[in-house]
């Protein structure tokens, strides 16, 4: 095996990471859906539309048919491929720079406060497309003369900007920025503690490392 180091250029790595992420939204997206919706039954004090996650289920095949429980598909793969690839992104940037001349990691509460940098960017950047997800998810249980009927992410982005404000597509933003902290704070910074220690084992190399590519991608 040759000793040259082979490096992947960031904007691959970026890449990557997104392509990965919108992958395995194609595979939750189903569940996204059932978790919103179950959340907004009952709401204002109706009766509850599901009674477990097996009754969502068949309640939206039967009334939207098998295309209705992808609903918001569009929505859940840009949020990938902006939140993904933001906070992935920033968090290898940032590591890489918070690394010693000689290539020594940063501290753990280095690598956590980086998460958290990275998670409070990429949440910012992914709020619209949040927004529009739950906005799509949600359209279903109206009532039909009362749904909003968004054609894709991008009409849904569009319509919400120009009815409501541009500002509409940030709303709720804090409390997501400040869930995104948390989170990646824990997760990154967990992620890449256990992949140096395992490297520092001296039984794992860095090669399988790589050629095994986890990365903590789903929030």
């Not at 990965?20 to 009952?42: H, I």
Request: positive net charge; charged residues 15%.
């Amino acid at each position: 095996m040759s000793d040259k180091a082979v490096t992947i250029p960031k904007g691959l790595k970026f890449l990557f990471g997104g392509l990965a992420g919108m992958g395995a939204t194609v595979f939750v997206q189903p569940l996204d859906l059932v978790k919103n919706r179950m959340q907004l039954s009952g709401e204002g004090g109706a009766q509850r539309q599901y009674k477990t996650s097996f009754h969502a289920v068949a309640q939206i095949l039967k009334s939207e048919g098998v295309t209705g429980i992808y609903t918001g598909l569009s929505a859940g793969l840009l949020r990938q491929a902006t939140y993904t690839t933001t906070r992935l992104g920033i968090y290898t940037i940032l590591f890489e720079k918070f690394s010693g001349s000689d290539g020594k990691p940063p501290n753990f509460l280095t690598k956590a406060c980086i998460g958290m940098s990275a998670g409070a960017v990429g949440a910012f950047v992914g709020t619209p497309a949040e927004i529009s997800l739950i906005r799509m998810t949600a359209d279903g249980r109206l009532p039909i003369d009362q749904r909003r009927g968004y054609k894709s992410v991008f009409n849904a982005l569009y319509r919400i900007s120009s009815e409501e404000g541009i500002l509409t597509l940030w709303r709720g933003c804090g409390p997501t920025v400040v869930r995104a902290m948390v989170v990646n704070a824990a997760q990154l910074a967990s992620y890449s503690q256990a992949k140096q220690s395992l490297l520092n084992t001296g039984v794992i190399y860095k090669e399988v490392l790589l050629s095994m590519s986890f990365q903590p991608l789903q929030t």
